[in-house]
């Protein structure tokens, strides 16, 4: 599926699944009515600095997440992959369109879903179980960044 390029790229993060592979099925009746944006390798899906007030869901592909330094070079945090979701911390800030510190660039051809604020607001009040869902995810997200960084001496 890919090429041995992709492999050097991906493999250090393959062991953080929690990145690379969710169950697409969590959103259902979330993008069951949305486009699939597409996107082509290279290509900012989001960027840096982003007040659309949305979230982007993968269907498909990778897409690293970085962060721009003060030196104005990129640094990588993460990738992304099918399921996966992005901008969550930015959708609940307490102000509406807080941009977004991290960008996103396809390093795969990628299919995403842009889930609206208000659409995503509706589907966690709707049911609990989507709100616990989401907490959820992040508190993943956040233990596995934690600890990936702690083993390689970056905590302060």
Not at 12 to 27: G, I, K, N, Q, T
Request: hydrophobic share 40%; with cysteine; net charge positive.
């Amino acid at each position: 599926m890919y090429t041995e390029k992709y492999r050097e790229i991906l493999a250090p993060f393959e062991r953080h699944s929690v990145y690379m592979d969710f169950d697409l099925s969590a959103w259902n009746g979330l993008v069951d009515q949305l486009p699939v944006e597409r996107y082509r390798r290279g290509a900012f899906i989001r960027m840096n600095g982003d007040t659309t007030s949305r979230v982007t869901i993968f269907r498909s592909g990778f897409a690293l997440v970085g962060t721009v330094l003060l030196s104005g070079r990129t640094a990588a945090v993460h990738i992304n992959g099918p399921g996966a979701v992005w901008g969550m911390p930015s959708m609940f800030s307490e102000e509406n369109g807080h941009p977004t510190r991290t960008n996103l660039i396809a390093l795969t051809d990628c299919e995403v879903w842009h889930v609206p604020r208000t659409q995503l607001m509706k589907w966690t009040v709707a049911n609990p179980m989507h709100a616990e869902s989401i907490i959820q995810l992040e508190c993943r997200k956040s233990l596995v960044f934690v600890s990936r960084h702690h083993r390689q001496g970056f905590v302060m």
